[in-house]
């Protein structure tokens, strides 16, 4: 079955520990990408990944890192969390980065940072 | 820089009721433009998307969104809703590239909840 996989589905930890939400895709797409969903403000990227060893700045890159080591996998790395990246964080992906392509969704992580 | 209003936070209709989710966009640049759905507890899927041609488009479940270049529109419309239509929809648009591709950010607006009651 086609998916994004995302884990951990849901975290509570404290500020300043470091974290890491892995993202994994089975469809051997070209493009990934990080959003954070806050009630009322929507959606917004993060980084996203054109391919392998290609990333880039979303809208909200600010206390995020990410890595594309490999086609499958996206993870999304806090250094040193703090209570205003408590969010609901979406990975998503698609055939490449032409955007005509519909993107596929995970399910969501549920992070909240303490 | 771009940006989506979708101009209602929330809508609530009455099941078999005809339904419009409205969504402005602005942008100086030729654009793609979707709508996506979110059911409770689940990640986006897409409904319908915009590239080129006819300005009405057709999606699953029934719904359909026309793109209306001088408004700078692209409302999301379903004649006849059903209870399992409850969930929230999101408007999306991203710059079109000269060649044809886009820049890979998709700027979303902030959520529309459909709320269908029997």
């Known amino acids: 079955e086609a998916q994004v996989t995302q884990n951990p589905r849901y975290l509570i930890t404290v500020t300043g520990k470091k974290l890491t939400v892995t993202c994994s895709q089975n469809m051997n797409h070209e493009y990934m990408s990080w959003y954070r969903q806050d009630p009322g403000l929507g959606l917004r990227q993060i980084y996203y990944?054109?391919?392998?060893?290609?990333?880039d700045k979303g809208d909200v890159p600010e206390g995020y890192k990410v890595s594309r080591k490999e086609k499958r996998n996206f993870p999304l790395i806090l250094e040193s969390p703090s209570p205003n990246q408590t969010s609901l964080y979406f990975c998503a992906s698609s055939t490449s980065g032409n955007i005509n392509q519909p993107q596929h969704f995970g399910d969501g992580t549920r992070l909240s940072i303490l | 820089a771009q940006s989506v209003t979708q101009l209602d936070s929330q809508v609530p209709v009455f099941e078999e009721a005809p339904v419009e989710l409205r969504c402005n966009y602005s942008?100086?640049?030729?654009?793609?433009l979707f709508w996506y759905v979110q059911y409770p507890n689940q990640g986006l899927q897409l409904l319908l998307k915009?590239?080129?041609?006819?300005?009405l488009v057709k999606g699953i479940n029934g719904f359909e969104a026309e793109f209306n270049k001088s408004q700078t529109s692209f409302h999301l419309r379903k004649p006849s809703v059903h209870i399992s239509d409850t969930a929230e929809y999101f408007c999306?648009?991203?710059?079109?590239?000269?060649?044809?591709?886009?820049?890979?950010?998709?700027?979303f607006g902030k959520g529309t909840k459909l709320s269908v009651k029997p």
């Open positions: 915009y590239l080129s041609g006819s300005t």
């Open positions: 999306a648009v991203t710059h079109l590239l000269n060649y044809g591709g886009s820049q890979g950010n998709l700027i």
């Open positions: 942008s100086s640049v030729s654009v793609y």
């Open positions: 990944s054109m391919n392998v060893e290609v990333t």
